[in-house]
């Protein structure tokens, strides 16, 4: 039997015993668990799956101090971070119990009988979301907590009712096995069958699932080329699924020469920071850094980057990836290395901070090999000389998660241009701020366009997350008893709806 | 240069001149000047959308009397059905200026700043819907004003602020154009960029338009074929794009043993008005007829369809198709043919209506071809014994637009097992009614799982339909001058938002 093995990658040691990948016929016996599973869970009175989540969120809370040195001992995070990570993923399975319990998420709508109705009578229709069915979700390496296996993901899904199985990353699977019998206890406890949630492991068994039939929907995060191999898997079923994958991001960051002039040194700083946070290993990370020509922050930039000890990666392969992509924008003929790329020769997989620049001419030219996303803590400063040539280079960057600029009271009036050519290519834009840092709210978008999502309508993080795991149905001149309860006259779950067209409590 | 001629199904002669087909330098400008509105009409107050919306609704009734007739020798539809089409058409237009009025469609929600917040701070983020940018339309043929160039798609790409390229269908090419001319009268006189909607002509300019990148999303109403094509055409580029189908759909329709003994003869009858309505070319047409064993409907169901006559179907294709499959069917071996398919020799494309019967064990048994939509005026009954045999029957049934249970109050306590096998394999849930007929309404669901629809989260009629061309975008800590009006603070589009998890207006 295959195993999933994980490495300590500060030693290189294997970091556990490793996991067995799940054999066809068990993945065959999971997915007929889902799939009954699916009707139960979905006539769970919400009050149920709001138990659920909370109860998930208690428990991984008072199993962080378990749960923590074995995420640091598989990916290498630390435990400050990782016990911020695990905080952010009860925030957030807690945030969605609180999302269905408002209510709106139903999308409850009624519009009664209109018997004189022009062009013609309208029958009492009324229409809610409801569940899809068993979906799957693709696990993240680089936030083994938040977009793993009791990540946003599995509570957005589980907030929308349905069951979930989750292909755990090949980084961490002792975490992921571990995680997962903590909500599968949890299920338990709350008398929910048991296919409600279920890990499995092996990229085989990712690939066997996509294309059964008793999945109906998937979410992925992870890069570009993985997503895009499973999109096509899931768009190419003989019943094509909704898949929703977050993929790679460049990240683009604008400062415009007032800015650099009022506080250079300081937005320097924090960009180096943004950069390096968690060795660079974040989808938000801000790759590319436009300032104006003459900024006279070379020095201070690469001293800040300098200064940034190796950290380690998640595994060999991402360090390896890292180590390559670097060194061939470092030996790209329109780019200056302002820190070189070194490689770490001790034992694990490493990374070491660094720092390119080129300019917006060269950069517009060449885009297609210096736009590309470097997952690891470097970047890339494109010096400007004027808006026209600035607007220029940003239209040859690709859909992003972020874009954010850096500006100052003088430039509101004159940055629109700047602007009108971000927003089409991102899903978050940011004013004075950085991209790192996704906070889980009412009104977060984390998505964008291609190539940065697969479906620039949805996010995976965020109340409306849960949209993605439900379709709606329309009941026409149906009897009180035979209607949701969230359609029902007298409106007994106290939800809001929306009724002949106007909104109501 | 090739035309795209139609004919007059009543008589087979040519119904006009011809349209040429768009060449490719054409739609090539087009796709350009649909990209440059883009921006402009997305930047357009919410009132320019609205008065655009209404003023071509007022323009279609106004002429009405002129398209009608050009409809009706193209479609053979006859001038009644026509006539209700086109205020449905004008009264859809007008709902969406109203939706957009409204609106909630921009979801705007604000989350304010919170310093001190855990886990983590958080930001000062606001969220609303965007335009998507240009759309591209495929027009269906068996509703010339409501599914075509003036339909549900044009107006709610509209209303969420993208412009639109509408390929015609080739059934009715002559209306597309004086259509089409219609509403770009309309769109000059609001002073919008023509681009703003554009008809073009010609499936190799639909083909080469769905994988252009200045394309962002599209919709189509047709076949399962059609719509398969286009969706692997738009999934398969380099930078997939949303792709909205709705394809074809056979309605299943359950009557009770109750609803049976106490009103069968009337169901019978309506349930043949349902069928034949238009040549029995509704996507929404109930296809299959559940009738409990014994119902004694067979002399009565076989009057009532050969009572009705051979009707102009709207193309020789869409005929040659209906009688090829009705003659199939009748010729299954575990088929009674109630009224038997004839075909119809006169000139012109008519379509003569037929009835089967079998019972819900040769279904289940030969359901890959008894389940299978027949685009035309005829359907099957499928008689069951027991609730269970009728459940399997209907678990052979793919995914619907629609799902009828014809039952009496005393079935409301044991029908629950027939609606959790409906409810998953449909969009719209109907009680003691019929599907053909979608109302226009803000609950209306008109879209289902696979094959009804590539995608269930969505609707293409009622106001939802407009997110599917809108994607969200967080603006996060932005100054008040640089934001969208929906999102600044004091609300001055008066909208309804949400605010802290909230709803307020």
Redesign the interface.
Known sequence: MTLVESMNPRTGEPAGMGVSETPPAELNSTLSLAKSAA?RFASEPLTGRIALLRAIADKLDNRADELIPLADSETGLGKDRLT?EV??TT?QLRHFA?VIE?G?FL?A???TPAPN????P??D???QL?P??PVLVFAASNFPFAFSIAGGDTASALAAGCPVIIKAHEGHPELSRRTGEIISSVVAEQNLPAGVFTVVFGQNAGRDAIVDHRIRAAGFTGSTTGGRAL??LA??RV????FYGELGSINPTVVTKAATRTRGADIAAEYVTSVTLGTGQFCTKPGLLFLPVGHGLDQALADAVSAVPASPMLNARIAENYAQISAEISAHPAVRNLVTPRLHTEPGAWGVPALFSTSAESFTEAADRLAEECFGPSSLIVEYTTTHELINALQSVE?SLTATVHGE?SD?QS??PV??VL??R????????WPT?V?V?????H?G???SS??????SV???AV??W??????????Q??LPEALRDGNPLGI?R?V??A?R?
């Open positions: 009707r911020t905080a952010r925030f609180d408002e709106s999308e709508t009624i519009d109705g022009k062009p013609t309208r029958p229709l009324r229409r409801e899809l069915g999109f096509d768009t190419g019943d094509p699924i909704p859909g009271q509101i940055i629109a602007l009108d927003r089409p991102s899903g978050r834009l940011i004013w004075n701020g840092g906070a709210a009412w009104s977060m978008q998505g366009p291609w190539p697969t479906n620039p309508l949805h996010s965020g109340a409306s949209r993605r439900m379709r709606p149905v329309t009941y026409q001149s149906f009897p008893d035979l809001p929306r002949d067209g909104l409590r």
